[in-house]
């Protein structure tokens, strides 16, 4: 098993050019989540999704965007990316309530 | 008011010795309470979760929880350096969303 596999690993935007983050896991979980990890602020929750076909708006939401595909993949959208979007971006899954296995993260700079 | 909080660190300890870890919370109606732990450049992984009062034992970790206080610990005892690390106090929300809200981390070394 793979667990949980990120796209890109790393990625430099101009400021106003988009993207989408992908996210993948094999392990059958029905909810999906992004993270963004700051230095100094801990793991924040952009986007989750409990489960195929609903997604949810977490703490950070605000530019972006983000499509739960299936039951595997979760990707996350910027469509216009700013400098303040610079940070690791991370994916998780989980059962509802269970622990969340994380994948290796995406490293974005936004110039 | 952060919902979760540690203390940042840096956190030393010599080989051998136990490292105490911090976390409190302020959701009162939260059950369930995980430690990561995060090598510099890596994502997180999990260390213990522990959802009842009192002490849950892993090896060389031990996780403490005291609701009434909303406070949880994690030891670990004969520190090692690969123990050096960022740990993340995690807690699931009560309520209908149940999300995962993680602590900034501590920042531990273990000194040779």
């Known amino acids: 098993n793979a667990g949980v596999t990120q796209t890109p690993k790393f990625q430099v935007l101009k400021t106003g050019q988009s993207m989408t983050l992908q996210c993948a896991q094999d392990?059958?979980?029905?909810?999906m989540y992004w993270y963004r990890q700051d230095p100094g602020m801990g793991l924040r929750l952009i986007y989750y999704s409990a489960s195929e076909g609903t997604t949810d708006k977490g703490e950070v939401p605000n530019g972006y965007n983000v499509s739960r595909l299936n039951k595997r993949e979760f990707s996350l959208r910027l469509e216009s990316a700013a400098p303040s979007q610079t940070s690791v971006y991370f994916c998780?899954?989980?059962?509802?309530?269970?622990?969340?296995?994380f994948g290796p993260g995406t490293r974005l700079t936004v110039l | 008011q952060k919902e979760v909080e540690q203390n940042s660190g840096p956190l030393s300890v010599p080989e051998g010795a136990i490292a105490s870890l911090n976390c409190t919370y302020s959701d009162r109606g939260s059950q369930s309470f995980f430690w990561y732990r995060q090598y510099s450049g890596k994502s997180p992984e999990l260390i213990m979760f522990?959802?009842?009062?009192g002490d849950k034992e892993d090896g060389r970790f031990t996780a403490q929880l005291n609701k009434a206080s909303q406070y949880v610990s994690l030891l670990i005892r004969d520190s090692q350096p690969s123990d050096s690390a960022t740990y993340l106090c995690a807690v699931l929300t009560s309520g209908s969303a149940r999300q995962l809200t993680f602590g900034s981390g501590t920042q531990l070394t273990v000194l040779p």
């Open positions: 392990m059958n979980h029905n909810s």
């Open positions: 998780a899954s989980s059962e509802v309530g269970n622990t969340q296995y």
């Open positions: 522990i959802y009842s009062n």
